[in-house]
């Protein structure tokens, strides 16, 4: 077995520990005599193991006690339509501040079930945040909803926006990358299969004054008010990812927490976005002030190399470097996962290619 360094923006790649430990309990978790797959949602070994993860995300996050966090399906896409159904509460107005291609997503979506403001955008093809000063909030919005990290562009809030309206964060790709203070939002969520866990999976994290009043019609498995008080478990949750995920928790908290994962995050991009501005043979497109920690686009200056690139990248054991369909060029995620030698072991890459085809 030889396993590579995996640049995948999702899903993405999963703490080897994790998986091991997955391993040997796959056919017999803890003495139970049967796999995680294999057991009910309600009896008291899945039970257990719910209540586990969902403490330990709460201890790494330190999420407050008037928040709910609820392990939900339908992926970040989901709840691009649960958070309107949920939030607007009998408002007919949300602001959205649209920084990318998920951004644009969400604002679709969100029109299906109210008037969007969009109350910021960044400018066609230019890779930045428009600064806080010239967003057009409105009045009544129920909620301002933005994209911390936009995994495609590889564009980041290293801040936090202030407003009136409660805060609502598809914080899909950067979640757990480092501490936030879940206090100043109203919602989070996050698909599982980024930074989390296995595909399947859906976290969503909300201050419990802002749940109770979905729109009518709302699906009952996306009522995160139903969902809350029943623990998630209103249907049948995605059991197996919600148990890696607690795995990968565990995993956090043993390596430190959020504190060590963001040291750990901040050398390797550091490493990658030094290695790329020190050559001309590479560029990184985004704006020095909203460059991501967990998604590096980079271009090469000749981009009739790329194929080779990426083959001789692979041969490597360096996989899953090719951007986005919709941008081109070349994309290393770096999600909590990948270990600072993945990063050494790309970047000696990249300059060894220079060297050869510079
Ligand atoms: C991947 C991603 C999504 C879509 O997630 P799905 O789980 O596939 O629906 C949405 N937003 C962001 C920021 C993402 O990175």
Redesign the pocket.
């Known amino acids: 077995m030889s396993r590579v360094f995996n640049f995948s923006a999702?899903p993405g790649a999963l703490p080897e520990p994790v998986l091991r430990q997955a391993a040997e309990e796959m056919l017999d978790w803890r003495g139970s005599g049967m796999s995680v797959m294999e057991m009910s949602h309600r009896g008291k070994e899945f039970v257990s193991i719910a209540a586990e993860a969902e403490a330990d995300l709460r201890a790494i996050l330190s999420v407050p006690d008037n928040y709910k966090v609820l392990f939900l399906q339908g992926?970040?896409?989901?709840m691009f339509a649960g958070v309107p159904m949920n939030l607007l509460r009998g408002r007919a107005r949300a602001d959205y501040v649209n920084t990318g291609s998920?951004s644009k997503?969400a604002i679709a979506e969100a029109g299906k079930f109210c008037d969007v403001n969009v109350a910021a955008a960044s400018p066609e093809g230019v890779l930045t945040i428009p600064p806080r000063d010239t967003w057009k909030l409105s009045d009544d919005a129920a909620y301002l909803h933005y994209?911390p990290?936009?995994?495609i562009s590889g564009v980041e809030f290293h801040w936090v926006p202030e407003v009136a309206a409660p805060l609502v964060a598809?914080m899909?790709?950067t979640i757990l990358s480092r501490p936030i203070d879940v206090s100043k939002f109203g919602l989070i969520y996050a698909?599982a299969?980024?930074n989390v866990g296995p595909?399947g999976v859906?976290l969503v994290i909300v201050r419990d004054d802002l749940i109770g009043e979905a729109l009518p019609g709302t699906p009952t498995v996306w009522d995160f008010k139903v969902q809350a008080d029943a623990g998630s478990m209103s249907n049948t949750p995605p059991t197996y990812a919600w148990y890696v995920a607690g795995l990968v928790f565990k995993w956090i908290r043993e390596q430190g927490g959020l504190d060590a994962m963001a040291e750990r995050n901040r050398r390797k991009v550091e490493t990658l976005y030094r290695a790329i501005d020190a050559s001309d043979f590479y560029s990184n497109p985004v704006d020095p002030d909203c460059r991501s920690w967990m998604n590096v686009p980079f271009v090469l200056a000749d981009s009739s190399l790329d194929k080779t690139f990426l083959a001789e990248a692979r041969d490597a054991g360096l996989v899953t470097l090719a951007g986005h369909r919709s941008v081109g060029g070349m994309r290393a995620s770096l999600y909590n996962a990948m270990p600072q030698e993945g990063v050494d072991r790309l970047v000696e890459f990249m300059a060894d290619f220079e060297r050869r085809n510079g």
């Open positions: 999702g992926g970040a896409s989901g998920w997503k994209c990290n936009e995994t598809d899909s790709s698909g299969q980024k595909a859906t």
